[in-house]
Antibody, heavy 120, light 112 residues
Framework: EMQLVESGGGLVQPGGSLRLSCAAS????????MSWVRQAPGKGLEWISF????????YYADSVEGRFTISRDNAKKSLFLQMNSLRAEDTAVYYC?????????????WGQGTLVTVSS | IVMTQSPDSLAVSLGERATITCKSS????????????LAWYQQKPGHPPKLLFY???TRQSGVPDRFSGSGSGTDFTLTISSLQAEDVALYYC?????????FGQGTKVEIK
């Protein structure tokens, strides 16, 4: 069974940093691009970052460009999101998700999510 | 691409039909392969989104056949032919035609 498990969320002050991790199992991570998608409390879904299977192509949403960095370690079957200069509006559940197609795709599966709260 | 769903919420009696529409601000039909780059998800409280359809109308394995997806270009529909209690959820459309991938604002389906 394919599974994604996020970790690293928590409470952080505005301007602070946090690093999220996503552990993949049940499929060969090195064959797939991956994305992070977030959902603010009571709000809709927002895609924020994409990384290709070999890390050669990376995209960010304008809302996080320059503050967040996506990376991966295929040998360790893991995806990461380094979040710097955090703002209150970054408060959300952060999901990692597998890109099904080689290029831009739908997402399946999704992890259970990790909550990031930015507050003083 | 802006994705707009309607309605924002709807209440339907058990066994009745529920219909959600999704409009994209530009076509998500790729002419070279005649495929619509549109997916649908279901999200229940406290859970991540679950894929229902991709290519606008291809049902994901395990999704009950009371769910159907249709449409092309800029106008799409998700239909639940006979609403069951377990279908109470938020439903989202998503385009993957271009980056950034964008989602509709969601439609909440409840029991009347």
């Amino acid at each position: 069974e394919m599974q994604l498990v996020e970790s690293g969320g928590g409470l952080v002050q505005p301007g602070g940093s946090l690093r999220l991790s996503c552990a993949a199992s049940g499929f060969n991570l090195s064959n797939y691009s991956m994305s992070w998608v977030r959902q603010a409390p009571g709000k809709g879904l927002e895609w924020i970052s994409f990384i290709s299977s070999g890390s050669t192509t990376i995209y960010y949403a304008d809302s996080v460009e320059g503050r967040f960095t996506i990376s991966r370690d295929n040998a360790k079957k893991s995806l990461f999101l380094q979040m710097n200069s955090l703002r209150a509006e970054d408060t959300a559940v952060y999901y990692c998700a597998r890109e099904v197609l080689r290029g831009l795709s739908w997402f399946d599966p999704w992890g259970q999510g990790t909550l990031v709260t930015v507050s003083s | 691409i802006v994705m707009t769903q309607s309605p924002d919420s709807l209440a339907v009696s058990l066994g009745e039909r529920a219909t959600i529409t999704c409009k994209s601000s530009q076509s998500v039909l790729y002419s070279s392969n005649n495929k619509n780059y549109l997916a649908w998800y279901q999200q229940k409280p406290g859970h991540p989104p679950k894929l229902l359809f991709y290519w606008a109308s291809t049902r994901q394995s395990g999704v009950p056949d009371r769910f159907s997806g249709s449409g092309s270009g800029t106008d799409f529909t998700l239909t639940i032919s006979s609403l069951q209690a377990e279908d109470v959820a938020l439903y989202y459309c998503q385009q993957y035609y271009t980056t950034p991938r964008t989602f509709g604002q969601g439609t909440k389906v409840e029991i009347k």
